[in-house]
């Protein structure tokens, strides 16, 4: 079997590979056979391709209580009971430039704010009810304040808001999921919700400067109404837009980890925009989460970037605005890996199918290729067949050592009889609670090396 056999099988097989079912309705379904870049907006958008990883923050008068974003509803919490939360917000340590600062420190290039949650209440100073941060004892406008900030320093802002909304009367909540059984004092009329719900988000894409994204959430109803992104566009034209919407928007999110399909997928047919957060129970700050290991986040950052796709790492602000300390930790240990590693990331394509190996993906700027080993790696050696060339230089990104490549016959190989590319004494153990990338730079593209080329024993120790 000569390369070019072997890349177009590997290709193939790959188009043909079954993708797993989302977890979630409103996840994209990952299409295999794109494994390369996916096509850009060509407009304003395109912000989007360049700052891949962002922080998602959850906020809102759940974090009084401390356990989870959705306790009104998780909690059978009557909403007169819940509605009093109002009178007790005021987080007076909320201090958007510290939040920023974190998020840099995180190699994170964008942020998104929940600026209205299921339950209702709303971050900024909305004119369409009363039940926002502005009639609190705090008594000012959360998105305005982050809003200024992130001008200041061009740092890219996105919006969250649900359309589902706990507190409207107008809106049916009928007891579907994340929504409340219907309640006695409502009236629950759609259409007149959505002219509430457009006038709203009218007000965020007019009275916060430049926006670079609508992160929409459960569409409960399944609404068609592609007017609604088209005044997004309008108002804000950088603005990349969700597919949880009133139509397909701009870009896929797969969520935490129940789309297995994405998780899996060699690349997205349009762009993707993961999302996480740091604590496994809740989104909002819970004072009792138990939260991922950093290998965990590292691996699942990796993977989505080293496939052209976007993350968002969430953490959830204390009900006095400071994101809790656990959470800057994790932030901060995730930033000194990406700040070591993120030149794998940029301006490369993923080209994972040009090797046998599963157990890593791959990435390239013409002829360099990253090796990232986001799974666990099975030995101190990694094998890159059919690759039959040692690089020219081959360095750790995470420590700036050198990684030993030997380019000979193994055991394993006896029925092909060739030799193929090996990483050797790759820091496994000791470098285990981490995702390792390797730079590989050889002088020629390595996909035209025939197998078989190099001769036995054909070391590179540097």
Known sequence: MNRRDFVQIVAASMAVAAVGKSARAQTDTPVAKTVGKVKRFGDGRDWFFDARFGMFVHWGLYSIHAWHEQEQWRGHVPRSEYEKLAQQWNPVKFNPDAWLDLAQAAGMKYICLTTKHHDGFCLWDTKQTTYNTVNTPYGKDIVKQLADA?????????????????????????????????????????????????????????????????WWDMNVEKTKDASINAMIRQLQPKAVIN???????????????????A?????????????????????????????????????????????????????????????????????KRIGAWHAKVKE???????????????????????????????????????????????????????????????????????????????????????????????????????????????????????
């Open 243 to 261: 597919n949880r919407g009133f139509d397909e928007g701009d870009f896929g999110t797969p969520e935490r980890d129940f789309d297995s399909g």
């Open 344 to 462: 794998s990331f940029e301006n490369v394509v993923p080209c994972s199918s040009l090797v046998a190996n599963r157990n890593v993906l791959l990435t390239r700027r013409d002829n360099t290729i990253y090796v990232h080993l986001n799974k666990d790696p099975l030995s101190e050696g990694v094998k890159l067949k059919p690759f039959a060339s040692a690089p020219k230089k081959a360095t750790l990104l995470n420590t700036g050592a050198p990684v030993e490549c030997a380019v000979d016959l193994v055991p394993s190989e006896h029925i092909d009889h060739k030799p193929y590319l090996r990483l050797r004494k790759l820091p496994v153990n000791e470098m285990a609670n981490t995702v390792l990338v390797v730079k590989l730079e050889f002088d020629r593209d390595p996909a035209t090396a025939p197998a078989g080329a190099a001769n036995d024993g054909d070391v590179l120790k540097r």
């Open 263 to 331: 998780a899996v997928a060699a690349g997205f047919a349009r762009p993707t925009e993961a999302c996480q957060s740091v604590g496994t129970e809740s989104w909002g700050y819970c004072k009792d989460d138990d939260y991922y290991d950093d290998r965990h986040l590292m691996r699942s950052i990796d993977s989505y970037l080293a496939r052209d796709a976007n993350y968002l790492l969430n953490v959830g602000p204390t009900a006095e605005g400071e994101i809790p300390e656990v959470s800057a930790g994790i932030l």
């Open 150 to 214: 992130c001008h200041k320093r061009n740092f890219p802002l996105c919006l969250y808001f649900s359309i589902v909304d706990w507190h409207n009367p107008l809106y049916p909540n009928q007891g579907r999921h994340h929504e409340l059984p219907p309640q006695p004092q409502d009236h629950p009329d759609y259409p007149k919700f959505l002219e509430f719900l457009k006038a709203q988000v009218r007000e965020l894409c007019t009275n916060y400067g430049e926006l670079h994204g609508f």
